[in-house]
């Protein structure tokens, strides 16, 4: 019989140590004493569960060209514990060539339905053992972070020493880190023109070219301000700090995940681009619908621009019909909000079309009942959350339908403890007597002339550090400011009839 050999083990220190020679010298040794003719050896160093190796496709090239009879290999978990599909495959490019598996001592015919089932079982228990071997792995290494003891490969920008266990700042890399947040930060430039103004620079310390996942992975990482963060498969998390040397600072990484926060989706920062950036860039807005994030999206051309504020449901994860279809251009307003801005700096009356500044004993009333209610309401969304995990194991629905309805009452907890928050800080300011339009005035006055001193990206920087939050309605956009820190701002801009609708509708009419 022509008899092919396969090896593997699943990492290079096996390689080294004994695995592989242990494997090579024991089947050598059988296939001699079987009378075997050996056409091939053929070794993989890498996991079991995967189909696509190098060692196994050369080999399948050779079986399904007709030229083995036989695979050797020490224990059929050395050739598969891959998938249901992927085994399946495997089984049939080997069954449909005729080519039997062989262990020492052991040879099965794949072509006979109960040596198949064998087979089967065996792989079925190699699958079994792989994820129990996982399984051991990751408690160990949950352990040994536990103890304040780092694993893994070091990120760019750092060296590890094996003697003392310890990171160092690696001198030729480090000034990766601070370029990409000055130019996010600073510059306002996205993650695709970043990764264009690296390569500029150099590549990546493997040679490959920098692309905006690179760059997106190294801003949203805790490790460049010390922290080693990882993420195990049970859902459990850990953190361990002071594990790198800092090449940024704790200030700044916040800076980064706000400013993420606020753009949305990814733009491309180019100079034409910023010349006609929304005012609205670095504001996060919300749905007053439904309380998702919404995202800013341009729908024309760089010189004239439409901007939407509308979901995204591809980044939002969430079934088609869980999401609503507010979509509204920003053109219907920001004429008004600018406007409201300079009346509001203007005379006082103007600026109570805006905002409620007088406080009278039914204000007070409402709003100690809003904090009760939110309060309330927010004890029952926790307790539909918590009761959530027990409904799943009971089969009430599956998986994916506990994730999503999770995210919709945490999405609702949420906004629930914002309104909390600002119910009880107004109050709080009311009993003070701080409410009143001198204090909002000395807020805003920074915004004098905002429209025609500034620059667009600059207006987006004012107006996103004077109000870091809007809700949207399909009548109304309320900015969300604080006032030394605690005192909740709100300012009601109207949005206008959209009129490309009322056109199109009165020409349908014949008007």
Not at 132 to 149: D, F
Not at 220 to 246: D, L, W
Not at 305 to 320: A, C, D, F, T, W
């Amino acid at each position: 019989m022509r008899c092919a050999k396969y090896i593997r083990v699943s990492t290079h220190l096996q390689e080294k140590k004994f695995s592989l020679a242990a494997q090579q010298l024991e089947l050598e040794e059988y296939a001699k004493k079987q009378g075997w003719k050996i056409i091939g050896e053929f070794k993989d160093v890498e996991t079991g569960g995967k189909l696509n190796k190098k060692g196994l496709s050369k080999m399948l090239d050779l079986v399904e060209d007709g030229r083995i009879d036989v695979v050797l290999c020490i224990d059929q978990d050395r050739l598969s514990r891959l998938d249901t599909v992927a085994w399946e495959y495997l089984k049939s490019t080997l069954r449909d060539n005729n080519v039997k598996i062989a262990e020492p001592g052991t040879i099965t015919d794949l072509g006979d339905e109960d040596q198949e089932f064998i087979s089967d079982i065996k792989n079925l228990i190699a699958r079994r053992e792989k994820k129990s071997i996982v399984k051991r792995m990751m408690r160990g290494k949950r352990q040994r972070l536990r103890e304040g003891k780092p694993w893994g490969k070091p990120p760019i920008g750092y060296t590890y020493n094996k003697e003392t266990s310890t990171f160092h700042i690696d001198e030729k890399w480090a000034w990766v880190i601070p370029m990409i947040d000055r130019l996010y930060l600073e510059e306002q430039l996205g993650m695709k023109t970043i990764a264009h103004k690296l390569n500029e620079v150099s590549r990546t310390p493997r040679g490959t070219l920098w692309n905006e996942t690179l760059v997106f992975r190294r801003l949203v990482s805790k490790a460049f301000h010390g922290v080693m963060e990882k993420k195990f498969s049970n859902g459990e998390t850990i953190e361990i700090e002071n594990i790198y040397p800092p090449l940024r600072t704790k200030e700044t990484y916040e800076r980064i995940q706000e400013e993420r926060k606020k753009r949305g989706t990814i733009y491309k920062a180019t100079s034409r681009r910023r010349e006609n950036l929304n005012i609205l860039r670095r504001t996060l807005v919300t749905c007053g619908l439904c309380g998702r994030k919404l995202s800013l999206q341009q729908n024309s051309p760089w010189h004239d621009p439409n901007y939407y504020l509308k979901h995204g449901r591809k980044q939002m994860g969430l079934k088609e019909e869980a999401v609503c279809d507010i979509s509204v251009n920003t053109k219907r307003f920001e004429p008004n909000l600018i406007k409201a801005i300079k009346d509001i700096l203007t005379d006082e009356s103007f600026a109570m079309k805006y905002i409620n500044l007088e406080t009278t004993p039914d204000d007070l009333t409402e709003l100690k009942q809003k904090t009760s209610i939110a309060k309330k309401n927010m004890q029952a969304v926790q307790e539909k959350i918590d009761r959530l995990l027990d409904l799943y194991l009971d089969g009430k629905f599956s998986k994916e339908q506990l994730d999503q309805r999770q995210k919709q009452l945490e999405i609702q907890l949420n906004q629930l403890e914002e309104e909390y928050k600002q119910a009880t800080a107004k109050l709080e300011a009311y009993k003070r007597k701080e409410w009143n339009y001198e204090t909002i005035y000395a807020y805003l006055e920074i915004a004098k002339d905002f429209d025609t001193d500034l620059t667009h990206l600059e207006r987006a920087q004012l107006l996103g550090s004077l109000f870091p939050k809007a809700i949207l309605y399909k009548e109304k956009i309320v900015l969300i400011g604080t006032i030394n820190e605690e005192l909740p701002l709100e300012i009601e801009i109207p949005i206008e009839l959209d009129r490309y609708l009322w056109h199109h509708s009165k020409k349908k009419k014949g008007v």
